[in-house]
């Protein structure tokens, strides 16, 4: 076998394995009859996107699954894919223009797509290429893109059934608008930032009442030309005299009604609200429910229209909110103006405000939306963490209509058109419904001299939200066969963020059960059968990671530095299941220094001898000789079986930092601080040597197994050069045994552990800790000269006296000695009795006897103004019960810590 270096170099390693799994197709997704299959969708990153620490953790965890579903016989496909992200992209290339002075206007539409193109042929697949770099195992050969060809007939086909069926409609409605990309977003694009601004006092005049006020608050003084009412709530007897009255609007001057409605909060400001149905979304849904007509006063650009009055038409939105104010207070309209924050939506990707606007824009009424309840209530969809399974069902029951259009030129241009000389914007239901006027279908008018075609694009989840599918060929029957479509549909696993629980997860359950195998069992046309939400990834501060605050690093860059292995190790290790993940450094470089431990473990198993046959389980448990093991052999036998029965648990339940944790916690602990150092003496002798490396090579074999999926480059390098595979395979062939299979192994081969001698090593163990513990509390950790004394019974010297050599090389102590009582020296109380630490014959007793005194002078200290904290009336009158009570468990704390300095000067002399 090749040699385990001294120091193991990541890059190499991970280059080398890579192309490696690459040239022999280990990645591939096949129909294998007879094999389970499992299968995971990627979520496509945008085709803009670089690698960012959210993506390392949601495509960490989609590898462990793969990677874990292949070494448990599965057949697997992980299917890769960019997202055309319709505005993001737009933008990007746009930005790019404007470096020339140009924008996509002097192209046109056709050669600014014909731009677009070659911007993502260029730059499209950066991110597929980092995840590669991340060891994400993909069936690249299957890569998907939202607008290749196949997909894209897909999804307009998908638009043209819809509104044949009358789910998809034209309509004048509320949406968020970019004042700068000119098109509507959905709420996913929009970020909600804390603004500072002014709030305005304004009063509205009772017609025929001169004097009489109806006074409301607003953060838009110059949206009032478009008031249409003031609204009271129907109880509010401040009001019940005055609705069905009429007040004069300040700007724009005209009578507007006083009207009631439910929807008003009594409790805010003066429990009015000005009603401007056009430029506010609870606005336009009272408007609707009163039959108020609109009054848009803003451009698309949101600059102020003639409607708006001669003082404001023409101003940018925010002089027009000065000026506005400036004319309310010339007119004694304004009652005051005072300093306020509130949250303000942004465009994501423009930067600037968005504007609630009234718009035509085609709307898809959701389909599915009973069985999509019932799909996750009943349990045909398990949510992990269980929890979004209620915000996903309240969002369900308090569904609206979703608006589909977007006014871009990038995506899926809506597959309708209209008759030469229509006005879209007159259009009624009926001229949408004459054939004659509006035509739908795939294929396009068979005149399209006489048609426009509509300007719109399809909303960019409106092509995702087919993803689990029409990756896999759907609709076509032969693409779906070639696909393996049959076999793999339902996916088994979605892993996502909560924050698109709306935007993509529910949408994929009702796309699913719409159109995939119709009048078939739900859970056939169901999209995948779990759904694993990740947490957010955020700073020591709380904050979200983002490129615009600058306190993310580069996962290229942490990579470089400690290894993918590391990184993936480290960020898991910090995930629990479905919590936010404060990020630290030092994790992922706990991680690469885990992998170094697995390097040198290995490497030192690889020193002291040959290895026999190691290619399969069987064979290494043949050469085991069950006579010859000893308590350890026993007890890391023992928790080999407890640690893979966790792992099992872990992912029957998706606690991946759970089973991290697992997994260091026995391999750094129990085997490598406990049962090789115990193993140094055996090795040193022929008639138990054998056995012990038997051992060593069956605990690191099914390690390298559990471990291979959360650090595969160095786990398939140490698999090949131990040789544990067959040659010509990768550890991805290997089988891995679950703990029932590991054990039923062990039974058949007379391999039963001795749960008796696992207790009492067990016992060692934890009095060889405790005896480190008091060596590490007086900064002794690393002297190998302390002697310590103990106070026990006969039965527990025995079992000490017997593994003495062992415990006092485990401890690093120059003696253990039984005693009959011992004055004044630092103690722990053990299962095998009461250790103490000689410090007089170990340490330089002057030096110790002043870092107490300093100590014992620091600690009376805080006892004192501990003391006088709770001899103050002020402070007890005035505290919580819990303050108080927290005061008093600090002074018996610091007041114990004295008596335990006191006594330890003492036992200095």
């Given at each position: 076998m090749p040699e385990i270096t001294k120091s193991y170099e990541p890059r190499e390693v991970e280059k080398k394995w890579y192309a490696a799994w690459l040239g022999a197709k280990v990645f591939a997704g096949t129909v294998q009859p007879g094999r389970e299959a499992y299968s995971i969708v990627i979520p496509p990153p945008n085709v803009t996107g670089v690698l960012t620490m959210g993506h390392v953790l949601n495509n960490t965890i989609q590898d462990i699954l793969i990677r874990r579903a292949r070494l448990e016989g599965k057949s697997t496909l992980w299917l890769p894919g960019t997202d055309h992200a319709g505005i993001a992209t737009q933008t990007v290339v746009e930005r790019e223009l404007r470096k020339t002075k140009q924008t996509r206007h002097d192209y046109g539409r056709e050669r600014f797509v014909e731009k677009v193109w070659a911007w993502r042929e260029e730059k499209g697949g950066i991110i597929l290429e980092q995840l590669r770099r991340l060891g994400a195992s993909c069936d690249w050969d299957r890569t998907v893109f939202t607008m290749d060809p196949a997909y894209s007939k897909a999804v307009l086909g998908v638009f043209v059934e819809l509104y044949g069926k009358g789910h998809i409609y034209r309509g004048k409605r509320m949406v968020n608008w970019c004042p700068s990309s000119l098109t509507a977003l959905s709420d996913e694009e929009v970020e909600m930032r804390p603004t500072k601004g002014l709030l305005y006092q304004v009063r509205y005049e009772v017609v025929g009442q001169p004097g009489t006020f109806i006074e409301v608050k607003t953060t838009r003084p110059e949206t009032i030309p478009g008031d249409v009412a003031i609204a009271v709530h129907p109880e509010d007897p401040r009001y019940a005299a005055l609705v069905g009255q009429k007040v004069w609007r300040p700007l724009n001057r005209m009578q507007i009604p006083i009207i009631a409605d439910a929807a008003v909060d009594r409790e805010f400001g003066s429990g009015a609200l000005k009603i401007t149905p056009a430029h506010d979304k609870v606005d336009f849904e009272i408007g609707q429910r009163h039959k108020l007509v609109p009054i848009d006063v803003l451009t698309p650009e949101a600059k102020l229209n003639d409607l708006a009055g001669p003082e404001l038409a023409g101003l940018d939105r925010f002089a027009g909110r000065k000026k506005a104010a400036e004319l309310l207070k010339e007119s004694g309209a304004l009652v005051k103006e005072e300093p306020y924050e509130n949250s303000v939506g942004y465009s994501e990707r423009a930067g600037v405000p968005i504007e609630p606007r009234l718009t035509w824009q085609w709307w898809l009424k959701y389909p599915k939306i009973a069985e999509a309840k019932t799909a996750v209530r009943d349990g045909h969809i398990k949510f992990y963490p269980e929890r979004w399974s209620k915000v996903y069902l309240h969002w369900l029951e308090n569904i609206q209509d979703w608006c589909i259009s977007r006014q871009v030129w990038w995506g899926h241009r809506i597959p309708v058109w209209y008759a030469k000389g229509l006005d879209k914007e007159t259009l009624t239901e009926a001229d949408i419904a004459d054939p004659k006027k509006v035509h739908v279908s795939l294929a396009g008018p068979a005149d399209p001299q006489n048609w426009v075609q509509e300007d719109d694009v399809l909303d960019t989840w409106f092509s995702s939200w087919l993803w689990p599918f029409a990756t896999m060929g759907w609709p076509d029957a032969a693409a779906q066969k070639s696909a393996g479509f049959d076999y793999f549909y339902p996916t088994s696993t979605l892993v996502t963020g909560p924050d698109i629980i709306f935007f993509w997860v529910a949408r994929m359950i009702m796309a699913g059960l719409e159109f995939v195998r119709p009048g078939e069992p739900m859970e056939r046309r169901i999209p995948f059968r779990n759904v694993y939400f990740t947490g957010i990834i955020r700073d020591q501060q709380g904050r979200k990671m983002s490129k615009s605050l600058g306190n993310s690093p580069d996962p290229l860059d942490l990579i470089d530095t400690y290894g993918a292995d590391g990184l993936r190790f480290g960020i898991i290790s910090i995930?629990?299941?479905?919590?936010?993940?404060?990020?630290?450094?030092?994790?992922?470089?706990?991680?690469?220094?885990?992998?170094?431990?697995?390097?040198?473990?290995?490497?030192?198993?690889?020193?002291?001898g040959e290895a026999g046959d190691n290619s399969t389980l069987v064979g290494i448990m043949g050469r085991l000789e069950a006579a010859k093991f000893d308590g350890d052999d026993h007890a890391i036998l023992d928790r080999l079986l407890a640690t893979t029965r966790e792992v099992d648990r872990c992912f029957a339940e998706f606690e991946f930092s759970a089973a991290v944790q697992a997994l260091y916690g026995f391999f750094w602990n129990d085997f490598c601080d406990w049962y090789v150092e115990v193993s140094k003496s055996k090795l040193l002798a022929p008639d138990t040597k054998t056995n012990c490396l038997a051992i060593q090579d069956l605990v690191l074999r099914q390690t390298l197994l559990l471990l291979h999926p959360f650090i595969p480059f160095i786990t398939e390098e140490l698999w090949s050069l131990l040789g544990y595979g067959v040659p010509g395979t990768f550890i991805e062939h290997a089988h891995l045994d679950n703990a029932s299979q590991l054990a039923t192994a062990s039974n058949l081969r007379g391999l039963v552990l001795d749960h008796a001698q696992v207790a009492a090593v067990a016992n060692l163990k934890a009095f060889v800790s405790q005896a480190r513990a008091l060596k590490a509390e007086h900064n002794l950790a690393s002297r190998r000269d302390v002697k310590f004394s103990i106070i026990t019974?006969?039965?527990e010297w025995a079992i000490l006296a017997g593994n003495l050599a062992k415990i006092t090389r485990m401890?690093?102590?120059?003696?253990?000695?039984?005693?009959?009582?011992?004055?004044?020296?630092?103690?722990?109380?053990?299962?095998?009795?009461?250790?103490?630490?000689?410090?007089?014959?170990?340490?330089?007793?002057g030096a110790e006897k002043i870092r107490l005194s300093k100590e014992l002078e620091a600690i009376t200290k805080h006892i004192a103004g501990t003391e006088a904290r709770l001899a103050n009336q002020a402070f007890t009158s005035k505290a919580p019960p819990a303050v108080l009570e927290g005061a008093r468990k600090q002074l018996a704390d610091q007041q114990a810590k004295r008596a335990e300095l006191e006594r330890l000067l003492k036992s200095l002399g």
């Amino acid at each position: 076998m090749p040699e385990i270096t001294k120091s193991y170099e990541p890059r190499e390693v991970e280059k080398k394995w890579y192309a490696a799994w690459l040239g022999a197709k280990v990645f591939a997704g096949t129909v294998q009859p007879g094999r389970e299959a499992y299968s995971i969708v990627i979520p496509p990153p945008n085709v803009t996107g670089v690698l960012t620490m959210g993506h390392v953790l949601n495509n960490t965890i989609q590898d462990i699954l793969i990677r874990r579903a292949r070494l448990e016989g599965k057949s697997t496909l992980w299917l890769p894919g960019t997202d055309h992200a319709g505005i993001a992209t737009q933008t990007v290339v746009e930005r790019e223009l404007r470096k020339t002075k140009q924008t996509r206007h002097d192209y046109g539409r056709e050669r600014f797509v014909e731009k677009v193109w070659a911007w993502r042929e260029e730059k499209g697949g950066i991110i597929l290429e980092q995840l590669r770099r991340l060891g994400a195992s993909c069936d690249w050969d299957r890569t998907v893109f939202t607008m290749d060809p196949a997909y894209s007939k897909a999804v307009l086909g998908v638009f043209v059934e819809l509104y044949g069926k009358g789910h998809i409609y034209r309509g004048k409605r509320m949406v968020n608008w970019c004042p700068s990309s000119l098109t509507a977003l959905s709420d996913e694009e929009v970020e909600m930032r804390p603004t500072k601004g002014l709030l305005y006092q304004v009063r509205y005049e009772v017609v025929g009442q001169p004097g009489t006020f109806i006074e409301v608050k607003t953060t838009r003084p110059e949206t009032i030309p478009g008031d249409v009412a003031i609204a009271v709530h129907p109880e509010d007897p401040r009001y019940a005299a005055l609705v069905g009255q009429k007040v004069w609007r300040p700007l724009n001057r005209m009578q507007i009604p006083i009207i009631a409605d439910a929807a008003v909060d009594r409790e805010f400001g003066s429990g009015a609200l000005k009603i401007t149905p056009a430029h506010d979304k609870v606005d336009f849904e009272i408007g609707q429910r009163h039959k108020l007509v609109p009054i848009d006063v803003l451009t698309p650009e949101a600059k102020l229209n003639d409607l708006a009055g001669p003082e404001l038409a023409g101003l940018d939105r925010f002089a027009g909110r000065k000026k506005a104010a400036e004319l309310l207070k010339e007119s004694g309209a304004l009652v005051k103006e005072e300093p306020y924050e509130n949250s303000v939506g942004y465009s994501e990707r423009a930067g600037v405000p968005i504007e609630p606007r009234l718009t035509w824009q085609w709307w898809l009424k959701y389909p599915k939306i009973a069985e999509a309840k019932t799909a996750v209530r009943d349990g045909h969809i398990k949510f992990y963490p269980e929890r979004w399974s209620k915000v996903y069902l309240h969002w369900l029951e308090n569904i609206q209509d979703w608006c589909i259009s977007r006014q871009v030129w990038w995506g899926h241009r809506i597959p309708v058109w209209y008759a030469k000389g229509l006005d879209k914007e007159t259009l009624t239901e009926a001229d949408i419904a004459d054939p004659k006027k509006v035509h739908v279908s795939l294929a396009g008018p068979a005149d399209p001299q006489n048609w426009v075609q509509e300007d719109d694009v399809l909303d960019t989840w409106f092509s995702s939200w087919l993803w689990p599918f029409a990756t896999m060929g759907w609709p076509d029957a032969a693409a779906q066969k070639s696909a393996g479509f049959d076999y793999f549909y339902p996916t088994s696993t979605l892993v996502t963020g909560p924050d698109i629980i709306f935007f993509w997860v529910a949408r994929m359950i009702m796309a699913g059960l719409e159109f995939v195998r119709p009048g078939e069992p739900m859970e056939r046309r169901i999209p995948f059968r779990n759904v694993y939400f990740t947490g957010i990834i955020r700073d020591q501060q709380g904050r979200k990671m983002s490129k615009s605050l600058g306190n993310s690093p580069d996962p290229l860059d942490l990579i470089d530095t400690y290894g993918a292995d590391g990184l993936r190790f480290g960020i898991i290790s910090i995930a629990p299941q479905g919590q936010d993940i404060r990020f630290q450094e030092d994790r992922i470089e706990s991680g690469k220094n885990f992998c170094n431990k697995l390097w040198n473990a290995c490497r030192f198993r690889q020193m002291n001898g040959e290895a026999g046959d190691n290619s399969t389980l069987v064979g290494i448990m043949g050469r085991l000789e069950a006579a010859k093991f000893d308590g350890d052999d026993h007890a890391i036998l023992d928790r080999l079986l407890a640690t893979t029965r966790e792992v099992d648990r872990c992912f029957a339940e998706f606690e991946f930092s759970a089973a991290v944790q697992a997994l260091y916690g026995f391999f750094w602990n129990d085997f490598c601080d406990w049962y090789v150092e115990v193993s140094k003496s055996k090795l040193l002798a022929p008639d138990t040597k054998t056995n012990c490396l038997a051992i060593q090579d069956l605990v690191l074999r099914q390690t390298l197994l559990l471990l291979h999926p959360f650090i595969p480059f160095i786990t398939e390098e140490l698999w090949s050069l131990l040789g544990y595979g067959v040659p010509g395979t990768f550890i991805e062939h290997a089988h891995l045994d679950n703990a029932s299979q590991l054990a039923t192994a062990s039974n058949l081969r007379g391999l039963v552990l001795d749960h008796a001698q696992v207790a009492a090593v067990a016992n060692l163990k934890a009095f060889v800790s405790q005896a480190r513990a008091l060596k590490a509390e007086h900064n002794l950790a690393s002297r190998r000269d302390v002697k310590f004394s103990i106070i026990t019974g006969d039965r527990e010297w025995a079992i000490l006296a017997g593994n003495l050599a062992k415990i006092t090389r485990m401890a690093g102590a120059a003696e253990l000695t039984r005693q009959e009582k011992v004055d004044g020296a630092p103690a722990a109380v053990t299962t095998l009795g009461t250790l103490y630490l000689d410090l007089a014959s170990t340490v330089d007793a002057g030096a110790e006897k002043i870092r107490l005194s300093k100590e014992l002078e620091a600690i009376t200290k805080h006892i004192a103004g501990t003391e006088a904290r709770l001899a103050n009336q002020a402070f007890t009158s005035k505290a919580p019960p819990a303050v108080l009570e927290g005061a008093r468990k600090q002074l018996a704390d610091q007041q114990a810590k004295r008596a335990e300095l006191e006594r330890l000067l003492k036992s200095l002399g």
